[in-house]
Antibody, heavy 121, light 107 residues
Framework: EVQLLDSGGDSVQPGGSLRLSCAAS????????MSWVRQAPGKGLEWVSG????????YYADSVKGRFTISRDNSKNTLFLQMNNLRAEDTALYYC??????????????WGQGTLVTVSS | DIQVTQSPSSLSASVGDRVTISCRAS??????LNWYQQKQGKAPKLLIY???SLQSGVPSRFSGTGSGTDFTLTISSLQPEDFATYYC?????????FGQGTKVEIK
């Protein structure tokens, strides 16, 4: 059974940093691209970043480019999102999502439960 | 970026009703259109991919049609567990973009 366990969310001040993690199990982690998708309170879904199965290709939304870094540790079946210089508009529930392919196709067949990031002074 | 527009933003329906939700892309995306269901407080769940392919385990009352710029999700006979918010998403190009959602409520 595929499981994605998101963690690392917290309440931080503007300009602060957080590192989100997504622990994966139930599939061959390195065989699938992964992404982070966020959802602001009461709002819709917004793609944040994606990474290929090997980790060699990375993609970012313009809204987070230069501030967020996606990475993965295939030996530990874990996806990460390093978030720096956080802004109020980054407040959201962050989901990790499993791509249906090794490359970043952005078709998501499994999602984590989400981890909440709140940016406020 | 490709814009994806859903309609309606919400609808009220009764159990047993046929429900249709539309999604329009700002440019042709071939069949790179996916549908997700999100229940309150839960993660999204993939229902339909590549415009018309039913994800494994999803009931056959869900179906998708369309190509190019216009797409439709149909629930043939609405069940109590189908009350949720539905999102379309284009996977034709990066960044992937989602529609704003359609909330299906009980009449």
């Amino acid at each position: 059974e595929v499981q994605l366990l998101d963690s690392g969310g917290d309440s931080v001040q503007p300009g602060g940093s957080l590192r989100l993690s997504c622990a994966a199990s139930g599939f061959t982690f390195s065989s699938n691209a992964m992404s982070w998708v966020r959802q602001a309170p009461g709002k819709g879904l917004e793609w944040v970043s994606g990474i290929s199965g090997s980790g060699g290709s990375k993609y970012y939304a313009d809204s987070v480019k230069g501030r967020f870094t996606i990475s993965r540790d295939n030996s530990k079946n874990t996806l990460f999102l390093q978030m720096n210089n956080l802004r109020a508009e980054d407040t959201a529930l962050y989901y990790c999502a499993k791509d249906a392919s090794r490359t970043v196709t952005t078709l998501y067949d499994y999602w984590g439960q989400g981890t909440l990031v709140t940016v406020s002074s | 970026d490709i814009q994806v527009t859903q309609s309606p933003s919400s609808l009220s329906a009764s159990v047993g009703d046929r429900v249709t939700i539309s999604c329009r892309a700002s440019q042709s995306i071939s069949s790179y259109l996916n549908w997700y269901q999100q229940k309150q407080g839960k993660a999204p769940k993939l229902l339909i991919y590549a415009a018309s392919s039913l994800q494994s385990g999803v009931p056959s009352r869900f179906s998708g049609t369309g190509s190019g710029t216009d797409f439709t999700l149909t629930i043939s006979s609405l069940q109590p567990e189908d009350f949720a918010t539905y999102y379309c998403q284009q996977s034709y190009s990066t960044p992937p973009t989602f529609g704003q959602g359609t909330k299906v409520e009980i009449k």
